[in-house]
Every structure is written in structure tokens, then in C-alpha cells.
């Protein structure tokens, strides 16, 4: 079976230090990814979607980045965190041509301080 | 860009009580998916529809894709106090890689 994980799940960042979520899955090939940002617990917005490696597509401008090095490894990154990137993180992954049928991760709730 | 509205955002009810909520586009989707969320986890799907008209139940759960191909719904039967959460709906843009979201309903359930 299929199993996605992301890490960490609770983060708490100064204002200006970086950033790296990281998430994986197993039990597939070949997925698409996504990072969806959710605030206030109401509304899923997407970040970025990858439909494989080193192929990444950033819906949102802003200080965030995301890199896929590996088939199943979808990492959100930022240089230099702002108070506004406060939220909750969510990692997601589909299989080719089923892009409605999202499977997320655990989430990764990140307070800027 | 694309847009799904939900309503209600909110709804307060008492155990046992018929829930319906439901979502609408200005534009058609060829697919419609319903999500909850409960409180800190990641969305689960509970639903998805394939075809205009179609009606598909997942237990106490029944939605709904309208025939337009610009709305759907969502009923819960009975409700309990595991139905509390967050409910979302969502449709992939028309061949593309992504899925857009509703605001959601936020369900609570009076003991």
C-alpha cells in the first residue's frame, strides 16, 4: 500500500532563518506532488505541483521554493522565512492522470516568530 | 482563476440531525471530489464523481454532481460526533495537474 509522510510536524522559526520540509512517499512511482499551504484552518492553496523529477511548477509568487531530487521526495524550502509563511504545510501526491484523487501527508504546522 | 464556492462556511447542529452542503463554480469541471479534514491531519477523500448526474453514497455520506458540471453536494445522514470537521470540496482544472479547493464548511456537532 501506498504511504506518505512529511516532516517535521510542528516547527517554530524566527523570522528571517530558513526553512526545509521534507516529504516522501512509498508504494509508487512515477506520482505527482503537491504543497498546499492552508491558514486559519479554512482554504487549501497550492504552492507547487511537480509531475517528476526536477520538474516543478509554482503556482503562488513568494520566498518559498520546492525541489523534487528524487522520484518520491518533494522538499519546500525558503532562504529567509517571513512572518506571513506562518501556516500549515501540507504535502499531497497523486497518481499520473487521477490529478482529482489527492492523498495528503500528516501536515507540518510552522509558526514564524 | 478558478474559484469553488461552498456554503454554508459554517454549520452547527445537533447530533443525529441531516447535514447538506454544497459547492458551485462558474466554470465546468469533469470531475468532483469531496475532502474532510479533521482538526490537525491532512484532508481524506471521501468522494468522487465522474459524471454529470451522478449519485454516489460512501455509507451515510451521498454526493452529488450536478448537471451542469458546475455544482455538487454533499448529505450527511444521522450525523455523529466523528462528522465534525472541515469538508471540502475540489475539481481538477479541465487537463490539468492540479486541483483547486472550496473554503470548506466547518461542521460542529452539539452533544
Known amino acids: 500500500s501506498q504511504t506518505i509522510h512529511q516532516w517535521p510536524a510542528t516547527l517554530v522559526q524566527p523570522v528571517g532563518s530558513p526553512l526545509s520540509l521534507e516529504c516522501t512517499v512509498e508504494g509508487t512511482s512515477n506520482p505527482n506532488l503537491y504543497w498546499y499551504r492552508q491558514a486559519a484552518g479554512r482554504g487549501l492553496q497550492l504552492l507547487f505541483y511537480?509531475?517528476?523529477?526536477?520538474?516543478i511548477s509554482s503556482e503562488v509568487p513568494q520566498n518559498l521554493s520546492a525541489s523534487r531530487p528524487q522520484d518520491r521526495q518533494f522538499i519546500l524550502s525558503s532562504k529567509k522565512l517571513l512572518l506571513s509563511d506562518s501556516g500549515f504545510y501540507l504535502c499531497a501526491w497523486s497518481r499520473t492522470g487521477r490529478s482529482g484523487e489527492l492523498f495528503f501527508g500528516e501536515g507540518s504546522r510552522l509558526t514564524v516568530l | 482563476g478558478q474559484q469553488l464556492n461552498q456554503s454554508p462556511q459554517s454549520m452547527f447542529i445537533q447530533e443525529g440531525e441531516d447535514v447538506s452542503m454544497n459547492c458551485t463554480s462558474s466554470?465546468?469541471?469533469?470531475?468532483w471530489l469531496w475532502y474532510k479534514q479533521d482538526p490537525g491531519e491532512g484532508p481524506v477523500l471521501l468522494i468522487a464523481l465522474y459524471k454529470a448526474g451522478e449519485l454516489t453514497s460512501n455509507g451515510r455520506l451521498t454526493a452529488q454532481f450536478g448537471i451542469t458540471r458546475k455544482d455538487s453536494f454533499l448529505n450527511i445522514s444521522a450525523s455523529i460526533p466523528s462528522d465534525v470537521g472541515i469538508y471540502f470540496c475540489a475539481g481538477p482544472f479541465l487537463g490539468a495537474q492540479k486541483l483547486v479547493f472550496g473554503q470548506g464548511t466547518r461542521l460542529t456537532i452539539n452533544p
Open positions: 511537480s509531475v517528476g523529477i526536477g520538474q
Open positions: 466554470s465546468i469541471f469533469n470531475t
